[in-house]
C-alpha cells in the first residue's frame, strides 16, 4: 500500500482569533512533537486529517508529514484531536513523531468474528465487555484489529484478552484475565413478571381515606347514639 502525505505549513504560535481566521479559510491549527525534538506549530486541511481517522486503521495509521516548501518529510501518527461538539468540525490536532525503528505502544480494537451458537440456538444475548486492547511492536507492525471467533461460545460461556491470537509481529500487553465477551443468558418471562409484580408492590397505596373515614364515623356515631340514647329523654316526659 502507498504510504500516505500529508501537507503541512508551519505557523508561529498564533491567539484564538487567528485560530478562527485559520478555520474559516479551511485550514486547522496543528502541532507536532515528540522524539525528544521542540514542538512544531503548523496547519493542515482538516480534510486529510478525516480520511485517515475514517480509514480501518484510523488513529493508528502511520504516515508522512510533508512541510511545505521544503523537502523535509517526517512519519507520524495522530496522537490526539479536538472536535467542535456542536458541528462535528475538526478543530485542533496533536501529531507525534515516529521512530520506525523502535517499539510503540498503541491500542487495537478487538472484532468479534462469527455468531455464539448460545445467541443463535439459545436466544442468549452477547454482551461485549472490552472493545481494544493494548500492544507493542514495531509501527510497521501494527495490527489493524485483533480478531476472536466467537462462533462457539456458549450460555454461560466468556472470552478473556489470553484467548486472542498470538503474533510474532507484536505482543498483547493487556491483562490476559480482562473479559472481551460474555454470553448472557435470556432474559425470563417468569422474571420479567417477577419484577413487575416486585414494582407493584414497592409503589405506595393510595391511602383509603374515605374508607377510613367512615369507619370511624359510623363507630363515632354509634358510641354518640348509645350515649344520647341512655340521657335523652322523651319530650313531654319528667
Known amino acids: ?7 503541512v505549513t508551519r505557523r508561529e504560535a498564533a491567539s484564538k482569533n487567528v485560530a478562527r481566521r485559520m478555520r474559516r ?17 503548523l496547519t493542515v486541511d482538516p480534510r486529510r486529517l478525516l480520511e485517515i481517522l475514517r480509514s480501518d486503521s484510523g488513529v493508528n495509521t502511520i504516515f508522512q508529514l510533508n512541510l511545505a516548501g521544503t523537502d523535509q518529510r517526517r512519519h507520524v ?3 490526539e484531536y479536538q472536535v467542535d461538539p456542536i458541528e462535528g468540525r475538526l478543530m485542533h490536532a496533536d501529531f507525534v513523531r515516529i521512530q520506525m525503528d ?19 440456538l439459545d436466544a442468549g444475548i452477547l454482551e461485549i465487555v472490552t472493545r481494544a486492547v ?3 511492536c514495531l509501527p510497521s507492525n501494527i495490527p489493524e484489529s485483533l480478531q476472536i471467533d466467537i ?22 500487553i493487556s491483562d490476559p484475565g480482562l473479559i472481551l465477551a460474555v454470553c448472557a443468558p ?13 414494582e407493584v408492590v414497592a409503589a405506595p397505596a393510595e391511602p383509603e381515606v374515605i374508607k377510613k373515614g367512615k369507619t370511624v364515623a359510623e363507630g363515632d356515631e354509634a358510641e354518640g347514639d348509645t350515649k344520647d340514647k341512655k ?3 322523651p319530650e313531654g316526659k319528667k
Not at 435470556?186 to 416486585?198: F, L, R
Open 151 to 172: 462462533s462457539a461460545m456458549k450460555i454461560g460461556d466468556n472470552l478473556k484478552v489470553g484467548d486472542l491470537a498470538k503474533s510474532d509481529r507484536y505482543t498483547i
Open 186 to 198: 435470556p432474559a425470563k418471562e417468569e422474571e420479567a413478571a417477577t419484577a413487575v409484580a416486585a
Open 134 to 136: 493494548r500492544v507493542t
Open 231 to 233: 340521657e335523652k329523654k
Open 102 to 120: 523502535e517499539a510503540m505502544e498503541v491500542e487495537v480494537p478487538v472484532r468479534l468474528m462469527g455468531e455464539a451458537t448460545g445467541v443463535k
Open 77 to 79: 501518527m495522530i496522537r
Open 25 to 41: 479559510a479551511g485550514s486547522i491549527p496543528a502541532i507536532l512533537y515528540g522524539a525528544g525534538k521542540e514542538p512544531v506549530p
Open 1 to 7: 500500500m502507498k504510504e500516505q502525505v500529508v501537507d
